[in-house]
Every structure is written in C-alpha cells, then in structure tokens.
C-alpha cells in the first residue's frame, strides 16, 4: 500500500489514548492470545473488530502470488476496514505475531461504539474507508480475474468489483506473458475467459454478478422468516437516504439491489452541483460513503439480488418475492428502483454492449479508449458529465443530439464547458443509424442535421438517452403512468386507489403509492426532479411517512 500508506498513516493506523481505550473496554471483552495464534483467515464471515492491549498482531494478504505483509498492529491499535460493520467475508488474515491481550468486540458492540461516541466514531470510520481504499489501491485481497479487453463480460465484472469497492487483481490475458502458468495452474483455457479466482481456491467462470457475490460473502445470508420494519429496493441515491434515516430512526431496515450501490448516479464520473461538494465528487465515492454510513446505523444491504414481485394480496404485510425462489416481508417498503438508459433501436446494438457500447463512462470505460474517438449519445446531465470527463481521456468527443441544443435539457455550466472545449464536437439533430464491427465495433454511422450520413472509425459509443423505468415487477400492484413510472400522493386517482383496494379515508401521502404503505422516492416516480439532491431528500423524507403509516 505504500504511498498511501505513508501519507494518511496516522488516520488510517491510529493509537487509542488511554481514555479512549476505557471506552473500548466498557463494551468489549478481554482475550489471552499466544504467537502464531490465527485470529481469522482470509474469507472467514467477519464482523467487529480487536484492539490491540498487549503484544503485536500481524495483517498480511495471502494471494495466490503468496504471503504479502500489510501492517503490524501494536499496543493501543485496532483491526478492520469496512467488513468490520458489514460482515462480508474478510480479505485479509489476521495473525498474533507475539504473546498478548486483546479487546474483542463483536459487531454489535462495535455498532455501539460508532454510534454513540461521536469521537469513537469518526476515527473508526475514517481508519475502516482509508483501509479499504488502500488495499484496492495495491489489489490486496480475496479475488483475481482474468479476463480480455475484447471480452463484455470482463468489462462487467470489473464495473461490478469495482462499484462494489472491492479490491481485485485484473490479469489481461491478451498482454500478460506470465498468464499461462496461471492458467495451467487453475486447469482453465482461454476459452474459458473471463474466470474469477476465489481466495485461491474456487475458480468461476464466467460468472453472473450472484455468483461472484455469493463466492466473496458481498451480503449475509438472508433470513426470510424474519419480518422487517422496512424493505427498501434500490440502492440509489433514494434507496441509500432511505436506508440511512431508516435504520438511524430505528427502523429494522434491509435494502435490496441488483447490481452495486449508487444507481446509476454511482457511474457518473462527476458530481459538481450536489450540495456541500463545492470541488464535486464521484458518484462511487457518494455512494460509498453513504453504503458505510448506512451499515454504520445497522441496516443490511443485499447485493446482487433481483425482486420479481411485490406480492399483494391485501395482508397486512407485504410480500417480496426475489429471483431464486426466496421472498421477503415488511411492514412497509420503499420503491427505489430506479431507471435505466434506452438502447438505441438498431438490431445489432445488443451485439455491441460491453464491446463498443456502453452506458455509463466511468474510468474503466475511459480506459479502454484512452487516445482514441469516441461518441456520447445525450443531451442531459449525465451525458455532459460523461462528455467533459471523456473529453480529458480521449483524443476526441463528438456529442451527439436530437434536438436544436443542450440548453433546454443540460445545466448551465456543463454547456459552457463542452462549448469551450476544442475536443468536444457537438451534432445536433443528428441520431445513430448504424454500427459496425466484429467482435468489438468498429464503426459508426449517423445521420446529421442536414441528412447527410457521417461514417466515422469510432469504436467506443456512450448511450446517455432517456431512461425506463425499473417497474415490471410492480405492474397490476400500484398505479403506474403512462410511461410506467410510479405515481404517488396527490397523483393517484380515485379509481386507481378503488382498483387496488386502498383501506383507509385519508389519500395517500407524498410519496405513496395506491398501495398502503408502499412509497416510491428518486427516478422510479412519475413527476420526480432527475437530480442526486432530489432523490436523496425523497429518500429522506418519506422515511418520516414510513413511520406515520407504521403508527396507523
């Protein structure tokens, strides 16, 4: 970990005082460990945290490259990075290098300590989130993939690892000349690409997102007997606000999400007008600090898991019923499902996604066509904030839109900075009409304002356009729009509140739906403001709503 290391040691490694220490005490216990004692392996389910009170207790990665060293924890220091609050499976091992004493403190002490001492609590958080960053920093930890730059599953599981903050080492089968004894090692082909290497141990190849999360423990396993106060379903901006307030105000809260944390805001490589970010932030990095704070106040996130219905049978309790058979309840549940961008209507455009054609730039996009053209498809924020971030990677931009201009559908500022910068090339009332090329794309062609085609030898295609709905799991459950976005409070009709049996004289809250006690927040509902700001105080808000109905 190196340069990281050195420069934010005192954070990321700091020393109880002796006070502090007396705090720890008041909740944790007190354990005799000998030298060469394994206190955990890499991979073992993981949750709380020892401090330190005698002796040393050594970290180190075992990779399949071997032993690594990561630090030695002394008198008065503690173990973990983030795992410690979420249980997911520990990336590391831990192993007394000496005699000693520690505090041990399960994950339920720890959570009290995090919450209640706010002093505890910023120095816990600040050391676990600087931890992790470094140990993907150096791709310390539990996973290894090979994959190829031509493959669209390989692009889709280093989004996954990589927006799930988990640390990976990338093996390029194409230009690593040391790859074959690896492959030989594992008994794998290149056929077999992309394999992801678990703990050094199981090989998957080419696995789903399920498989990957179930292999490294990125949720525990659920409980569906269990009745929770809430269920949130989206990990979004609104989802995570949700999440935060919810469990913060005491509300047993699980989320569920189908990819990673973040929405699709978690792609954006930019955030510059979310207030309190005056120097902008990544949507990975908001969504990040907010899946901690989350975790940090005890709600359960879920990862890598699809909702095929919501159940709604009139009960008091609602149904959720996931792909792979289990089914959840709750007494109340939150939509945060979100949207995702269309696809371009050409036949071929499915040929090409992960190949060619993306839908968000992050810079594992940006990676892949350093130096070259590429096109951005869009005329909304996120397409400006893909456009300047590609602009700086890339030898040129061409942003492509339908209409007379961005004015009407772009903030001010991104305009400006796409006008002003000579690498960046705006066609208006132009649209795609072809793609070309192999196994990757090659070229491109599209129509021009004045209905001449343009032919360019672009291979990398960013599709920003409109957005639909996550609702096909809702539909004939709660009253959707026209465009099957989710229509709460004031917008549900009287016969729509008839046709779903609404039980109560009152209308449905803000963000409620026609059913009671089923809310919708972000870019899910029909009329929503298509900001991180709006939907993270949608998400806020109806929490407060949450508790009201639950008082009924």
Not at 255 to 264: F, L, S, T, Y
Not at 282 to 297: I, P, T
Not at 309 to 329: P, Y
Not at 331 to 336: E, G, K, L, S, T
């Amino acid at each position: 970990m190196g340069d990281i290391i050195e420069e934010r040691r005192a954070q990321m490694f700091p020393t109880l005082s002796d006070a502090q220490l007396a705090r720890v005490a008041a909740v944790a216990t007190r354990r005799q460990v000998r030298a060469g004692e394994t206190l955990w392996e890499q991979g073992d389910p993981h949750s709380g945290m020892f401090v330190v009170i005698a002796g040393e207790l050594a970290i180190t990665d075992p990779s399949i490259a071997g032993d690594h060293p990561v630090v030695v924890h002394g008198v008065g220091q503690f173990t973990g990075e983030v795992t410690a609050l979420s249980g997911r499976r520990a990336l590391v091992r831990g192993r007394m290098q000496t005699d000693g004493e520690l505090f041990v403190l399960d994950a339920a002490a720890l959570r009290r300590l995090v919450q209640g001492d706010s002093e505890l609590s910023d120095l816990f958080m600040r050391a676990f989130i600087l931890r992790r960053v470094a140990l993907i920093d150096r791709g310390f930890g539990d996973a290894t993939l090979l994959g190829s730059s031509h493959s669209a599953d390989t692009l889709r599981l280093q989004e996954f690892f990589t927006r799930n903050v988990h640390p990976y080492v990338y093996i390029d089968v194409d230009r690593d000349p040391a790859v074959q004894a690896l492959l030989d090692r594992f008994h794998i082909g290149i056929a077999d690409v992309p394999v992801v290497i678990c703990r050094g141990e199981r090989v998957l190849k080419n696995p789903t997102n399920e498989e990957v999360s179930e292999c490294f423990g990125f949720s525990a396993p659920l409980a569906p007997d269990t009745i929770r106060d809430l269920v949130v379903v989206g990990a979004g901006p609104g989802g995570l606000a949700a999440a935060v307030y919810g469990a913060s105000e005491g509300l047993d809260t699980l989320v569920i999400e189908e990819n990673a944390p973040g929405g699709q805001a978690g792609t954006s490589s930019k955030i510059e007008n979310y207030l309190g970010f005056p120097t902008g932030i990544s949507g990975q990095a908001l969504a990040g600090r907010a899946y901690a704070q989350a975790e940090k106040f005890g709600a359960e996130l879920v990862i890598a898991r699809s909702v095929e219905r919501l159940h709604c049978d009139g009960s008091g309790l609602h149904q959720i019923r996931l792909k792979g058979g289990d089914t959840l309840r709750a007494r109340a549940v939150i939509i945060a499902s979100g949207v995702r961008y269309r696809r371009l209507s050409l036949p071929n455009v499915a040929r090409f996604e992960g190949a060619g054609v993306y839908y968000g730039a992050t810079p594992i996009e940006a990676r892949l066509c350093q130096g070259q053209e590429v096109i951005v498809v869009g005329g909304a924020n996120s397409a400006g904030q893909a456009a300047v971030f590609l602009a700086s990677q890339t030898r040129h931009v061409h942003v492509l839109v339908r209409g007379a201009g961005l004015a009407d559908t772009m903030s001010r500022y991104l305009v400006r900075r796409l006008e002003e910068n000579p690498q960046v090339t705006l066609w208006t009332h132009s649209e795609i009409v072809g793609l070309d090329g192999d196994d990757h794309l090659r070229t491109v062609r599209w129509r021009t304002g004045d209905g001449s085609i343009e032919t360019r030898a672009i291979a990398h295609v960013f599709l920003l356009i409109g957005a639909e709905p996550n609702t096909h799991w809702l539909k004939g459950c709660v009253a959707l729009d026209d465009k099957g976005f989710v229509k709460t409070g004031p917008d549900v009709t009287r016969e729509e509140l008839v046709a779903t049996r609404w039980p109560l004289t009152r209308p449905p809250f803000l963000f409620e739906t026609s059913r009671h006690r089923v809310f919708a927040v972000g870019d899910v509902r029909s009329g929503s403001v298509k900001r991180v700001a709006s939907a993270v105080g949608e998400g806020s808000i109806c929490v407060q709503l949450v508790h009201r109905t639950l008082a009924e």
